[in-house]
């Protein structure tokens, strides 16, 4: 649980009385390969801290699988909309490797502001670095060429080439599997 503890107090800066009752609130989760932390169509009722293992996010959209996400180790993962608004989810969320997790339940998460009075600056923050990623995640895709995308996320995440199927990073930056090979191809010559 300290990769969890050290993630919170890094990014959210907790002091360290609540950071051990907010991190006790989290609870060990292993997830298969192959399973699924959600699925599309389902309420999300929890938030997780990824301490080992990939989960992609994806839906189907004409007979077609498009890869939204892949999050590893020192992410959170959940499905926001769902989980703020208790919504249907759009999306899947699915172990691409077996997974460790630290998981809070939707119910400790709306309480938070009870042990950590703070919290709602807090979540301000958090919520406002998830709008910052998702804002850069638009702009790469309009302002970027396919080339660009790829040594952008190689650069970020370069563990991800070697532990996920391409197949599936081409989908999320993008661009067919051919063209994410043909690229490949090309920054390795």
Not at 35 to 41: T, V
Not at 43 to 65: M, P
Not at 69 to 96: D, H, K, V
Request: with cysteine; net charge neutral; charged share 20%.
């Amino acid at each position: 649980m300290h990769d969890l503890e050290s993630y919170i107090q890094q990014h959210f800066g907790i002091n360290k009385e609540s950071l051990s009752t907010v991190a006790n609130l989290f609870a060990k989760q292993d997830l298969p390969k192959g399973s699924y932390f959600l699925k599309e169509g389902q309420t999300c009722d929890k938030l997780s801290f990824i301490k080992s293992g990939y989960l992609r996010i994806f839906t189907n959209v004409a007979d077609k699988e498009i890869t939204q996400w892949i999050a590893g180790e020192n992410y959170f993962i959940t499905e926001l909309s769902s989980m703020i608004f208790r919504t249907p989810s759009r999306w899947n969320i699915q172990a691409l490797s077996d997974c460790e997790l630290y998981t809070l339940s939707r119910k400790d998460y709306e309480n938070l502001h009870l042990i950590v009075p703070e919290w709602p600056v807090l979540e301000k923050l958090f919520i406002s670095k998830c709008f910052v990623t998702l804002e850069d995640r638009v702009f790469t895709f309009l302002s970027q060429t396919a080339e660009e995308r790829y040594n952008h996320l190689f650069a970020y995440n370069p563990s991800l080439f070697n532990n996920i199927p391409l197949q599936y990073i081409a989908s999320m930056l993008g661009m067919t599997p051919e063209t994410l090979s043909r690229i490949r191809r090309k920054s390795i010559s």
